[in-house]
């Protein structure tokens, strides 16, 4: 029986992902120390104003639970990557911001980063293509390229 054109799209995209960001996170880890998860909030700190958001901003922007965003920070605050800061105007907020040593290991791991997502995944499709896949993908929920993950950012 054939499978019906979306289920198998759907199911290529699912491995595609799978296998590209498992890649991604390997070459991270063994070159900069870092995982995927680190990387994109180092790239939302990097690109943020002041490079600092609040820490509920930064649990949206990558999509991980407030107790998910609280163990990343606490491990890259350990690493010195990042630190907490306190919002003058409101005891309640929290900010992660962006150390001296947080920007040089997010600059030092971007060109390989980008280099990386170039080779898996952009190189196998034409300029047209990936005209037209971003278009397409940027139909889908939560596609939205407003955050700080841009092209020179990508995670």
Do not use: N
Not at 5 to 21: C, Y
Not at 61 to 78: D, F, I, K, M, Q
Not at 108 to 124: G, I, M, S, Y
């Amino acid at each position: 029986m054939a499978t019906e054109p979306g289920v198998t799209a759907w199911i290529r995209f699912l491995r595609a992902h799978a296998a590209i960001a498992r890649e991604l996170s390997v070459r991270l880890e063994t070159q900069h120390g870092l995982t995927l998860s680190d990387y994109d909030v180092l790239v939302q700190l990097y690109y943020a104003p002041e490079q600092r958001m609040r820490r509920v901003d930064i649990a949206r922007t990558v999509l991980l639970t407030a107790s998910g965003v609280t163990r990343l920070l606490e491990g890259l605050e350990r690493a010195g990557l990042v630190e907490k800061q306190s919002c003058p105007d409101d005891a309640r907020v929290t900010y992660a911001a962006l150390t001296d040593a947080g920007r040089a290991r997010f600059e030092a791991a971007q060109a390989t980063h980008l280099a990386d997502v170039e080779e898996l995944f952009a190189a196998k499709y034409t300029a047209e293509e990936r005209e037209t896949l971003a278009e397409l993908l940027g139909r889908l929920p939560l596609a939205d390229t407003s955050s700080a993950c841009t092209e020179e950012g990508a995670a």
